[in-house]
């Protein structure tokens, strides 16, 4: 199930990811505002597909585009399972990548783009590779048809 407010800070849910994507008819964007100067990035992903719960919604994600300058999505979380506090599915072994830094992700050994953190979050909230330090002021993921 969702959370948050759907006119601002909202997470669809995994389950309705998995049920939308099931058929590989969208592509994610993501857009991207940084902090500080104000200046829009965006990265887009031709393909992008969330598995079940039984597979522990595992990212398949790739295809980049755009003009965000580095791939911190695919390239480090593509075939991730998606780590929650209570739900640790990273390879992180000697910790929980979601309780380090603050929120559910599809990590590996943590992340390269901290786009569901806050700026509160231990590591904050941005994208690696960003000009500058890559902290974000504002970040949207989306499906778009293909």
Known sequence: MGFGDP????????DLLSQLTANNRYKLKFDLQQNGTGNWYYAEYST??????????K????????????????????GAQFTTFDRD??????????????????????NWCGVNGASSSPVGFYWT????????????MWLECK
């Open 7 to 14: 006119s601002g800070n909202y997470w669809l849910g995994n």
């Open 48 to 57: 992008f597909r969330v598995l079940s719960e039984a597979d522990n919604y």
């Open 59 to 78: 990212l398949q994600a790739g295809g980049f585009s755009g003009n965000a300058s580095y791939d911190s999505f695919s390239q480090h979380h593509n």
């Open 89 to 110: 599915n990273d390879l992180w072994s000697s910790n929980n990548c979601a309780e380090s830094l603050g929120y559910g992700f599809w990590y590996y050994n943590c």
């Open 129 to 140: 590779a960003l000009p500058g330090d890559g902290s974000l002021q504002l970040s949207r």
